[in-house]
């Protein structure tokens, strides 16, 4: 399957031989022992490392209802007549779908799939890059690309990639596509990055967006046997990166679960640097000088747990 689709997620492994994600995750690891496959947080990919990239058919099949509950929440983010950037993947292809409904919004894109998305939204304005076609990922990429960014001003970026670390950031396999989106990122006064927890924990080639410049992470709640993606995720926060978590069900303090898709943010530790030239940057959602609600306080509580 790995070799037929260049990546496949451990729950559609466990569905198709029948059996159960721990045994599936154990015969995983014993393939990438012998060097068939390389393991990654909900999946496995052909082996490459830091330089491999899957193409778009691929990584569409992977954490799709993760993205889905990623996209509803970072939705909510965006107000009306609101100016964006937002950049390529397949998680923002997901955002983008939701952006239709938003009146007044300007859309900023080098992506062809979040174009096509708001394609028949009439109260929606689309604006693309120039650039160069890049098939993999259906993304406008190169100087023309950049040039036609210079001097822009946004509100926001919305960004994706291939891995996400507390220590290095955001960043990607393709040199390309980490320099237009270094572009798109120094065009927003704030950077919002979609990733799902697969994401997390993982480091590729190129560094696009450093941790001090991410305003704020929309992800998924990582499963309990997931150490990596919650200490990561508690790394995040702690170098300053507000976190809100998408579609959980529930939380360690015994409160009431929130909806599939509202806001769990965990408070911000301390203050964000700008991004050079950018306007004020995201606010906390919670009331300055309020304490974190207790499901707030027990969320971290039980991520330092793990």
């Known amino acids: 399957m790995v070799r037929a689709n260049g990546a496949v997620s451990l729950r559609e492994l466990a569905r198709v031989v029948q059996t159960s994600e721990v045994t599936v995750r154990r015969d995983v690891r014993a393939l990438e022992a012998e060097g068939l496959l390389d393991r990654r947080h909900g999946g496995a990919v052909l082996p490459g490392g830091f330089t491999r990239e899957s193409g778009f058919p691929q990584k569409s099949h992977l954490a799709t209802a993760e993205k889905t509950a990623i996209a509803d929440l970072a939705a909510s983010f965006v107000e009306e007549g609101e100016a964006i950037v937002v950049g390529a993947g397949t998680t923002t292809q ?140 508690q790394a995040l926060a702690d170098q300053g990166v507000q976190i809100a978590i998408a579609g959980a069900s529930g939380n360690a303090g015994g409160d009431p679960a929130p909806a599939p898709g509202r806001r769990r943010d965990m408070p911000l530790p301390g203050p964000r640097r700008q991004v050079p030239g950018a306007g004020p940057l995201l606010r906390s959602a919670a009331v300055p000088g309020e304490a974190p609600a207790s499901g707030e306080r027990a969320r971290v509580a039980d991520l330092r747990r793990r």
Request: aromatic share 2%; net charge negative; hydrophobic share 45%.
């Open 94 to 233: 997901e955002l983008a779908r939701r952006l239709a409904r938003v009146p007044g919004l300007t859309v900023v894109t080098n992506s062809l799939l979040v174009a096509q998305a708001l394609a028949h939204a009439n109260r929606v304005e689309v604006v693309m890059t120039g650039g160069t076609l890049r098939g993999s990922n259906y993304a406008l990429v190169g100087s023309g690309a950049e040039q036609s960014l210079q001097g822009l001003r946004v509100s926001r970026a919305f960004l994706s990639g291939s891995g996400l670390t507390a220590e290095r950031g955001l960043s990607t396999s393709n040199m390309l596509s980490a320099s237009v989106d270094r572009a798109l990122v120094q065009a927003a006064a704030e950077v919002v990055v979609l990733a799902d927890h697969t994401k997390l924990g993982t480091d590729t080639m190129f560094q696009t967006v450093p941790t001090d410049v991410i305003t704020r992470l929309v992800t998924d709640e990582p499963p309990a046997h997931d150490d990596r993606a919650a200490t990561e995720l």
